[in-house]
């Protein structure tokens, strides 16, 4: 637990959109807190009366009201607000304290030049694309998938979908033929809506061929529609229509058809690197009650914000940024590479848009320390009042690397959280310091716990991360599961009625907490469980490596096992005897002697999924006899030839005890 580096406001309560909360909760509801520690204590025990504040302090426009808050706490099986019907876009399009001239999406991309939708003109998109999607047959419960990047057509097609109760879908373009195919054959759209491609950086990616794969691929298809994004003079293939022929002019009112809380809003996906893809089903209320909280009171957005997040639309993160509007706060999109022409872009970018909170990835913030940038040197942020950080812990130093390279007075948040809720249980608060290589707290509503091997709640231990109390946002089911058997499995098979979510979590007696990687993934050396995390924060600071990935094979004796560990380095540059002393001596100093693995091996590349995260569990099968295609769906992967260097490895070891070649 590290260095205190930034401290609130003395007047955090009168500025921020939690402090309003509090000062709410006490005029309305006659409740008074002294700190987080107790709010969040509160919000945990009294579901009733935190998540019904909720829905009164942020006002949601509902149809008919709701009969009650939760049917019954036990999970899974929980239903909250029986009763009610409303409807996610109408609450995201009322976009409160901005008016019709406001700039509410602010779109960059590699592929064409800035978009810029006011509140009016996005208003009208949607209920153009809304009255173009009736036009072709949609109505509540079909399916809409988007092959489609982070652009304003998605965003306005997800509100259109939503606003006629059907349920949207996106995979980013990206994904080859077969992880689309593979996650959404499973729910069967009516319409796709597909780009022609894409650039990234100064690279032209034409999809022709993968749109024609994927419509044969899919029979419940009735219509296509083409959007000419690469190529805007492009006509759209043969049986299909335009994007503006979809959201032709219409006198046609907006609607909102009002559903059920619970009603299906979108299906996300796990990363399928070990079999079909899971299909999460998130709801119109439990999204929009979890988003409201999250980006109000827990990231401070709200009219006078541009709420920037680096993602593309196969990541939960783009659903998460994309309701920023329901805040009241204007979204800023970006498509192409990160990293064109020089890691400094997105930085330059965060100053074009007038950014006022950047989100992006712990890899993204390591990469950029690893260069020497220093963004605010490259581009003037002083608009910047928030960093967030996301899709793997980030250690101490790349706290302080922000504080010492961004901004010295900006609140960083690093968070956690994942598809299968569509939001963060742990990240920062207004009200909360900042600690190097922390994440802040608890978030309001999250009843987080670390569990350890026999089940019981540890604090300052290393343990499992279970979450004991129901929150809104958790799926309301997987698509086509209709026993729930599916679910039960994913999440309550390990602790009945308590969400077990697959990492390990540290969490200190002020509540703070550090992920240290995932518990499928974990490390048993002699019986001490080691978390993934740490290994990397030592292995890739230093200069020579650029990637690791680290597993440990359990000897079925009883033994110690073997811990091994792969590295990426640099462009010409080979292993030698020199750079495996100095890693583990690195590793023995920084963490302890039984970090130094027993074998360290020279590799091209690790493996990692579409959204970058690190396939420890895959590889580990791998080298434990299992063949490639029965290890990983290799459609979901970024890069699937890095595994066949993995077999060949697994199979020289079989066979002798040659030291491994590079891959």
Not at 75 to 100: C, H, I, K, Q
Not at 111 to 136: D, F, I, K, S
Not at 397 to 406: A, D, L, R, S
Request: net charge negative; hydrophobic share 40%; charged share 20%.
């Amino acid at each position: 637990m590290g260095d205190m580096l930034w401290t609130p406001p003395a007047d955090v309560r009168e500025r921020s959109r939690i402090g309003k909360y509090l000062r709410w909760l006490r005029e309305h509801r006659g409740l008074d807190f002294a700190d987080y520690d107790e709010l969040w204590r509160w919000s945990v025990t009294d579901l009733d009366a935190f998540w019904s504040s909720i829905w009164d302090h942020f006002e949601v426009v509902a149809r008919t009201p709701p009969t009650a808050t939760l049917t019954d706490a036990a999970m899974p099986g929980t239903r909250w607000f029986p009763g009610a019907t409303l409807n996610y876009a109408e609450n995201v399009l009322r976009m409160p304290g901005l008016s019709d001239d406001d700039p509410v999406v602010i779109a960059y991309a590699q592929t064409r030049p800035p978009v810029t939708l006011t509140v009016a003109e996005l208003r009208g998109q949607v209920r153009r694309v809304a009255a173009g999607l009736r036009r072709l047959g949609v109505v509540a419960g079909d399916r809409v998938a988007a092959y489609a990047p982070n652009i304003p057509e998605t965003f306005v097609l997800l509100l259109a979908t939503a606003s006629l109760g059907a349920v949207f879908s996106s995979c980013a373009p990206e994904f080859g033929t077969r992880s689309v195919t593979d996650r959404w054959r499973q729910i069967e759209p009516k319409v796709l809506v597909a780009v022609d491609g894409y650039r990234y950086g100064d690279k032209p990616v034409d999809r022709h061929g993968e749109v024609a794969a994927i419509r044969a691929a899919l029979p419940t298809l009735a219509h296509t529609v083409a959007i000419s994004y690469l190529d805007p003079a492009g006509v759209p293939p043969e049986g299909a229509i335009g994007w503006d022929e979809l959201a032709a002019p219409t006198d046609e009112p907006a609607t909102f058809t009002p559903v059920p809380f619970d009603h299906p809003l979108y299906v996300l996906y796990s990363s399928g690197t070990t079999g079909l893809p899971k299909p999460i089903v998130h709801g119109h209320g439990g999204i929009l009650l979890e988003h409201l909280k999250m980006l109000a009171l827990h990231h401070d957005l709200g009219p006078s914000d541009r709420f920037f997040w680096f993602t593309t639309t196969g990541w939960m993160m783009w659903n998460f940024l994309v309701s920023g509007p329901a805040v009241g706060s204007a979204i800023v999109l970006f498509d192409g590479n990160p990293g064109h022409p020089d890691l400094g872009a997105l930085w330059r970018l965060a100053e074009q848009s007038d950014s006022t909170y950047f989100g992006t990835s712990a890899p993204f913030l390591l990469a950029c320390r690893k260069a020497g940038l220093v963004p605010r040197e490259v581009a003037d942020l002083s608009a910047l009042r928030g960093v967030g950080s996301t899709g793997a812990p980030l250690p101490a130093e790349g706290f302080t690397w922000v504080y010492e390279n961004v901004g010295d007075s900006l609140q960083l948040q690093s968070l956690s959280g994942g598809t299968d809720v569509c939001t963060g249980f742990v990240g920062g608060v207004p009200l909360l310091p900042v600690h190097a290589g922390e994440i802040t707290c608890r978030a309001l509503g999250a009843r987080v716990e670390a569990r350890s091997a026999d089940g019981t709640p540890v604090v300052g231990e290393l343990g499992e991360l279970v979450i004991t109390a129901p929150m809104p946002s958790m799926p309301v089911g997987f698509w086509n599961d209709p026993d729930g058997c599916r679910y039960r499995e994913a999440y309550f098979e390990t602790y009945p009625g308590v969400w077990r979510h697959g990492d390990w979590i540290t969490i200190n007696d002020r509540g703070g907490c550090v992920i240290t990687g995932r518990s499928d993934a974990t490390l048993n050396r002699g019986g001490v469980r080691l978390g993934t995390a740490e290994f990397y924060s030592v292995v890739e600071g230093l200069d020579e490596v650029v990637d690791s990935v680290v597993v440990h094979l359990e000897d079925d004796e009883g033994g110690a096992g073997e811990l091994l560990l792969f590295v990426v380095l640099a462009d010409g540059l080979a292993l030698d005897d020199e750079l495996r002393a100095r890693i583990c001596r690195e590793l023995r100093t920084a963490l302890s002697p039984r970090h130094v693995p027993d074998e360290i091996h020279q590799v091209r590349a690790v493996p990692r999924t579409l959204s970058a995260k690190k396939l420890e569990v895959p590889v580990k099968k791998i080298l434990t006899g299992t063949p490639v295609d029965r290890a990983a769906a290799t459609g979901a992967l970024a890069n699937p030839d890095s595994l066949i260097a993995f077999a060949a490895f697994a199979q020289r070891r079989a066979h002798s005890e040659e030291p491994a070649p590079t891959n």
